[in-house]
Structure formats: structure tokens, C-alpha cells
């Protein structure tokens, strides 16, 4: 680089740099960094916050804190709805990262309106609550002006699909950085057989298909947590912790695991389905602890070229289980996720990657350090859009169109968000939350 470039490079990083911080609040001196205006970029320090302190936002906290290497990294604030959560998490973390972890008590912050508090205090934020949160946590982080890695999926209906659409533009405009957590698109094999076959390895793609069929994750019973906490659960905190099982707040298994399948073949058509139609119900995972959602999707999705893609989703315990995608084409198939594409041109990846979880952290970090253009918030958006396109096909046994479906004004949102608020779905007075029902649950 010359030198004028590199004086130049130096100004617009400088600028860049300062525009994503923004501090206030009580802690404010204590973390402030990028707001200094010397030149520093390798050695700003960035401030990180974590919305949602479970399983996977501690995981992502640990990678974003792995970035070190690439300059100074600190978590100053942390947000949790419940305080046992986010104690665990802070341990841990505390644990594995010492002075980088920086989150003394007036950093941490509970219940619903917390998150706010904590992105204040951040130049880059960690959103990993349950999905139903994720379009009103992405929209306030954006309005903030701070750079965001945010957990897949991204919303659990339209309306938060058309928020999260509305804030990644917005981001655009504020050259934030954002990262979806849909980490094989940071995955080296994943990267290499997508690439040949947009270069035409198996010819035209014709049929593609995707099934993520395995068995019910986690169950947090409603009498077991009222036993561990020594008190009845309202409504409101039994359904956010036992969140797999409800619409609003996780979107199905179709949307919140499915959709690394649907993406993937998304991603190798470059576009997203115009149409779908499908069946599914809950079968065999029936019962109190289970809520509302389905055991089984299937789904025909139509991209506008005509091609096709069949795809399934099951947690039914003793079936035959895969979490793959496939494509077929007029000169041969590939299993992509296992990277081995066959036919006239025979191909299997032989590289090495590193963890995807990790990668997908290394490379938001490199675009923000070095102001890099970086916003997956589009893609994430219509790849969770695609799977609610599917999970509104199943639920009405009717053919979706997309336009219909991302123009849905139904929420599945409670009305309001505190702990005696009532969500939408309640239970009957048997305990059992009623189901979609094809052929009359409306979802458009
Ligand atoms: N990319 C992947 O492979 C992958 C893997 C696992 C999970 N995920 C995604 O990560 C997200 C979190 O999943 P998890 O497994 O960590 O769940 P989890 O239940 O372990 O953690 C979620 C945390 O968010 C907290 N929370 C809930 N509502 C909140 C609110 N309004 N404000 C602040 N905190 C709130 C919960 O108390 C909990 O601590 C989900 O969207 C999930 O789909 C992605």
C-alpha cells in the first residue's frame, strides 16, 4: 500500500472506528475505548456485550473473545432475562478468558428491558436470546449504531422477518458489520463444494433436498422447574423457559434448526423459494411438556427457476435421522455437507477448516478491525423467512406463496412483555396447548 493510501486508510478507519462506539450509562469511564480518536485500529480495544447468556451466547462470547489475536478484546456487559443464566455464563467465562472478561455487577443486566443497558455499553453485541427476541434485540443494536454477530435464527414470523429486513438496511447505511450465526457459510468444505457447483459441476440443479430428522432436543418441564425454584411459574416465565416448545419464541424445529438446511440450499441457488406446500403435525411427541410445536415437518419448496426443494424435519426418537443437503443435477449429485459431489466430474474436498463457530467470529472481527463491507443480516433474514414459509405450509396444509407469507401481518408475539403478561397460546384446562390444525389454522 502506499503511503498516501495507507495515511488515507488510517483517517477512514479512525472515522469508522469512532462512529461505532456511542457509550452512556453508569459504567461509562470504565469501558470506554473507541471513542479516544487516535489512531489505533490493531489496538482499539473492542468492547463486547452478550444479549442471552445460554448455551450457545456463551459460546459465541468465548469466540468472539478468541479474536484477541487480532487486537485488544474486552466483555464489559452482559444481559440476561433470568439471573441464574447469566451467572453460569459469566463463571465460565471468567474462567477461560481472566481480565478480558470485565463485568463487575453494575454491568450485568436482567429481565426484558436489560438489553438495552448492555448494548449501550458495547461497540460490538452478541445477540443470542431465543429467536422471538432477536428483531426487536437487532433493531435497538442497530439504532445504537453498534455492530452485531447475532444467532440464526433471526425472527419466528413475518413481521419480525420485516424488522430485521428494515434495521439490516439501516445497518447498511451506518456501515455496521453484521454476522448471522449460520456458520456453514464459514465453513471451508461447505465454502469449496457450493462454489463448484455454482460453477456447474453437476450441470443444471434440478432437485435439491435438506433434512435436518433427529430427536427432541432439551425439555424443561414445567413441574420439575417449579420444584427447583420453590414457587409457581407464570405463564410468561414458564413458556421463556421452556422456549423450544412455543411459536412465538423459538418459530418451530423447522425454523429453529431446519433452517441451517433450507439456508444451504438457498445459498447454493443464490435465491429463495417463491412458493411451498407441505404437511406435518405432532405425532408421537405429545403432551403437556411439549407446547405447540410439531414433532414432523415435510415441505415442497419452489424456486422461481422451477427446481425443487424436498425437505424434512423430525424429533421422533427410533426413526432414521440426517441432518444433510443434497442436490441432483443433469451431470450428477452431490452430498454437500459431506463435500463429495459425483458424476462427470468426481470431486471430494481433501482441505481442512477450521470450526465454523470460530471462523464465522475471526472473519466479523477482520471486518470490523479493517472496515470491510460485512452485512449477513439479508440472507439470514429470508433464510429464516424460508423456513416460516415452510412451517405456514404445514400448519395450513394450503400452498404458501412467499410474497403472501413475508407480507403477513400475523404475529406470534405476546402482547406485552413482562412476567404476569400472557402469551398468545395458553394451555387448556388439561394442560395441553392446542396445535396447528391443516386445512384451518390461518397463517397469512
Ligand atoms: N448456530 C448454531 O449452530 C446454534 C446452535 C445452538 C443454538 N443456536 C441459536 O442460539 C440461540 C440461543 O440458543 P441456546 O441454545 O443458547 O438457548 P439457551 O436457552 O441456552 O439460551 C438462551 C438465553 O437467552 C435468555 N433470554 C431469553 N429471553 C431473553 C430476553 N428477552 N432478554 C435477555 N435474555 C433472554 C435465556 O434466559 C437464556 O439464558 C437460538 O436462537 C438458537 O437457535 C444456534
Not at 451466547?57 to 439471573?83: C, R, W, Y
Not at 423459494?273 to 415442497?300: C, K, L, Q, S, W
Not at 412476567?419 to 395441553?432: F, I, R, V
Request: charged share 25%.
Amino acid at each position: 500500500m502506499k503511503k498516501n493510501d495507507q495515511m488515507q486508510d488510517a483517517v477512514n478507519r479512525r472515522t469508522f472506528l469512532g462512529q461505532s462506539s456511542g457509550v452512556i450509562g453508569t459504567s461509562v469511564l470504565g469501558s470506554m475505548a473507541l471513542n479516544h480518536g487516535v489512531f489505533a485500529a490493531q489496538n482499539d480495544e473492542l468492547k463486547i456485550a452478550l444479549i442471552g447468556c445460554g448455551g450457545r451466547g456463551s459460546g459465541a462470547a468465548d469466540q468472539a473473545l478468541n479474536t484477541h489475536d487480532q487486537g485488544p478484546i474486552k466483555l464489559v456487559a452482559m444481559a440476561d432475562a433470568f439471573e441464574d443464566r447469566l451467572e453460569g455464563s459469566l463463571n465460565n467465562l471468567a474462567r477461560k478468558h481472566g481480565d478480558r472478561v470485565d463485568v463487575p455487577e453494575d454491568r450485568r443486566f436482567y429481565g426484558f428491558e436489560g438489553y438495552k443497558k448492555a448494548i449501550a455499553l458495547a461497540d460490538v453485541v452478541i445477540l443470542a436470546t431465543p429467536p422471538g427476541f432477536r428483531p426487536i434485540h437487532f433493531e435497538e443494536a442497530v439504532k445504537q449504531g453498534k455492530h452485531v454477530f447475532m444467532e440464526k435464527p433471526v425472527a419466528t414470523d413475518a413481521p419480525g422477518v420485516r424488522k430485521v429486513l428494515a434495521a439490516a438496511e439501516e445497518a447498511k447505511k451506518k456501515n455496521l458489520k453484521v454476522g448471522v450465526g449460520l456458520q456453514r457459510h464459514h465453513q471451508a468444505g461447505y465454502i469449496e463444494t457450493i462454489k463448484r457447483l455454482q460453477d456447474g459441476a453437476i450441470g443444471d440443479i434440478i432437485t435439491t433436498r435438506a433434512y435436518w430428522n433427529g430427536n427432541t432436543p432439551w425439555v424443561r418441564k414445567r413441574a420439575d422447574l417449579e420444584k427447583q425454584y420453590g414457587r409457581k411459574l407464570t405463564e410468561m416465565e414458564y413458556q421463556m423457559r421452556n422456549w423450544y416448545y412455543f411459536v412465538w419464541i423459538c418459530g418451530d424445529h423447522i425454523t429453529e434448526q431446519h433452517i441451517h438446511n433450507l439456508d444451504v440450499i438457498n445459498w447454493l441457488k443464490n435465491d429463495f423459494p417463491v412458493r411451498a406446500n407441505g404437511m406435518g403435525g405432532a405425532e408421537v411427541r405429545v403432551g403437556i411438556d411439549y407446547g405447540e410445536i410439531f414433532d414432523h415437518h415435510t415441505v415442497e419448496f419452489e424456486y422461481a427457476d422451477g427446481s425443487r426443494m424436498y425437505s424434512q424435519c423430525r424429533h421422533q426418537v427410533g426413526c432414521w435421522n440426517s441432518v444433510s443437503e443434497h442436490a441432483h443435477g443433469s451431470k450428477g449429485s452431490a452430498e454437500i455437507n459431506r463435500y463429495i459431489i459425483r458424476g462427470e466430474n468426481s470431486w471430494r474436498f481433501g482441505g481442512k477448516g477450521k470450526n465454523p463457530y470460530q471462523q464465522e467470529h475471526d472473519d466479523l472481527f477482520h471486518a470490523i478491525r479493517n472496515n470491510v463491507a460485512y452485512n449477513e443480516a439479508e440472507y439470514g433474514a429470508k433464510s429464516s423467512m424460508t423456513s416460516i414459509l415452510g412451517r405456514m405450509a404445514t400448519y395450513s396444509g394450503k400452498v404458501v406463496e412467499w410474497k403472501d407469507a413475508i407480507n403477513s401481518q400475523i404475529s406470534t408475539l405476546p402482547e406485552a412483555f413482562a412476567w404476569d403478561a400472557m402469551p398468545k397460546s395458553l394451555p387448556g384446562p388439561d394442560g395441553m396447548y392446542a396445535t396447528a390444525v391443516p386445512g384451518k389454522t390461518v397463517v397469512v
